[in-house]
């Protein structure tokens, strides 16, 4: 595993060599299908195959790599979800909510940016791990337990993108209680053009 140094340094290297592409979360709209987005064909096969792959995208990044993954935190803490994403998870506008965005770094290249997004009401019981996560992955905490559910995927355009980002997918994750929290993740260009060449 990769110490949280050389995590930072991976992320900071974008932004040194292109100092308006300091990751972060594009402006993104986002449809309910790759047909609704009208880009299913303008994409090559690799990055669509990346927008609709099911099971936990943390195993399918992990099984790409030569040496690791790893997981660095860029924020995290509670915050306002925008006005779409509280109409996605059905809560009020204006209630904060526990907003989690890493980079995911495969082999020492930022692979995928994602923002989750948690509302108070799946903090409480079982649920306040989510909020200790650290650098662990989300997906292998969501994937390990038959009490969350996934939907299906949304696809996002991203129009504001200074690390050339360009689509993103997103799902809601649903308990078994009836809590639920949504994931977006944003695929940087380092991984998409490692699997057009490969």
């Given at each position: 595993m990769q110490s949280r140094g050389s995590d930072t340094d991976a992320v900071n290297n974008i932004a040194s060599a292109h100092p308006s592409a300091q990751p972060h979360?594009?402006?993104?709209r986002w449809y309910p299908g790759l047909r609704s987005a009208a880009i299913g064909r303008a994409l090559p096969s690799a990055d669509r195959a990346w927008l609709i792959r099911e099971g936990s995208l943390t195993r399918h990044l992990q099984a790409l790599c030569r040496a690791d993954l790893s997981?660095?935190?860029?924020?995290?803490?509670?915050?306002?979800?925008?006005?779409?994403e509280c109409r996605r998870l059905g809560i009020p506008q204006r209630q904060h909510a526990w907003i989690r965005e890493v980079a995911l770094i495969g082999d020492g290249e930022p692979w995928?940016?994602?923002r989750t997004v948690i509302p108070r009401a799946t903090l409480l019981g079982t649920g306040r791990r989510l909020r200790h996560l650290g650098r662990k992955p989300l997906g292998a905490y969501l994937f390990?337990?038959?009490?969350?559910?996934?939907?299906?995927?949304?696809?996002?355009i991203c129009r504001a993108n200074p690390g050339n980002i360009r689509v993103a997918r997103r799902s809601r994750f649903c308990h078994r209680d009836g809590s639920?929290?949504?994931?977006g993740e944003y695929f940087l260009p380092a991984l998409l053009n490692l699997c057009r060449e490969g």
């Open positions: 979360i594009p402006d993104t997981v660095s935190v860029l924020h995290e803490g509670f915050g306002l979800p925008g006005r779409e995928v940016l994602a390990s337990s038959s009490y969350w559910h996934r939907g299906s995927f949304e696809i996002g639920c929290l949504i994931v």
